[in-house]
């Protein structure tokens, strides 16, 4: 079975308001014509690159007046056929909540999933972006601070019966996990330490051994490359430093870089543009390939 991958097209895409220190309105209706084929074209690489790794892409329309469901990320958590529907803090985002349930629902109808959650109201979580299943150790990493309340982290935990380490976010401008942080196929992690609280990086640190961890520097962590989704050892990214893609590739990946430029004008990047349906925690701890 290929990876199965959820994207939304991006026809509604655009930046019209501000919910994270990234967002440029101003530079997308500078230009919206431009920006919109820009946009159009850096979906189609995404997808493109994403099919080349080996994956099959499940493609959602958006909606006209929520750009920002082009990162279903932060739709839902899924893991092992079961996709917990994340509740979102920002009002800007809270209409898309209907919209992902019924996609959700639909996917379970086609038998793609088993079951479908929701959190308590109010507990405000916004699914992978700040949830992130880590294959080769078997448990979520669990990002709060920002956008999602540590109180849904029990929750998940419960949801899916698998351990869920909770990280602090400190920094608005790393307000989702999967813009900082970014577990590899190969059990590496690669993540920016000035996003975490002291005791959060204590956490990694004790779970990580030294040299798996890969960190990277705040100007890395702003060009959206942790944002990258791993297929084997593809590493589908926003364009990256060249220090990190030898890194990288010194590591045996093979680093597949693209100009996502209109969705960092959103504050999101290749990671979450998607969300991986097919996940299954039986998996873990497989040897690295
Ligand atoms: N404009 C979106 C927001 O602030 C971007 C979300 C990007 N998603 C992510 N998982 N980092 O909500």
């Known amino acids: 079975m290929p990876p199965q991958i959820l994207m939304t097209d991006p026809a509604h895409f655009e930046v019209d308001y501000v919910i994270n220190p990234w967002m440029r309105p101003a530079a997308w209706h500078g230009d919206p014509e431009g920006n919109r084929a820009a946009a159009r074209a850096a979906w189609d690489a995404l997808a493109g690159a994403l099919r080349q790794a080996g994956a099959a892409l499940e493609v959602l329309p958006g909606a006209p007046g929520l750009p920002d ?3 279903p990320a932060n739709a839902a958590t899924v893991l092992d056929g079961r996709a917990l529907l ?16 019924a996609a959700f629902r639909g996917l379970q109808a086609r038998g793609l999933l088993e079951k479908v959650g929701e959190l308590p109201e109010g507990v405000f979580q916004e699914g992978a972006g700040d949830c992130i299943w880590d294959a080769q150790r078997g448990h ?26 909770p990280l602090e976010l400190v920094s608005p401008r790393f ?22 609280s002291p005791a959060s990086l204590g956490a990694i640190r ?49 680093v597949v870089e693209l100009d996502l430029a209109p969705f960092i004008l959103a504050g999101g990047a290749a990671f979450c543009m998607t969300l991986r349906l097919d996940r299954r925690s039986a998996e873990a701890l497989r040897p690295a390939a």
């Open 69 to 71: 469901m082009v990162f």
């Open 86 to 101: 994340s509740r979102f803090a920002c009002p800007e985002r809270r209409p898309e909540e209907a919209r992902f349930r």
């Open 140 to 165: 979520f990493w669990a990002g709060h601070g920002q956008r999602s309340l540590r109180a849904a982290i029990p929750e998940v935990a419960a949801f899916f019966g698998r351990e869920a380490v």
């Open 175 to 196: 307000y989702h996990l999967d813009v900082c942080f970014c577990p590899l196929p190969g059990g590496e992690v690669l993540y920016h330490p000035g996003a975490f």
């Open 206 to 254: 004790d779970r990580v051994p030294a040299g798996l961890r890969i960190e990277a520097t705040a100007e890395e962590a702003g060009l959206f490359c942790l944002n990258a989704v791993a297929i084997d050892r593809n590493l589908v990214m926003a364009r990256a430093s060249a220090r990190l893609r030898a890194i990288l590739a010194g590591r045996g990946y093979r």
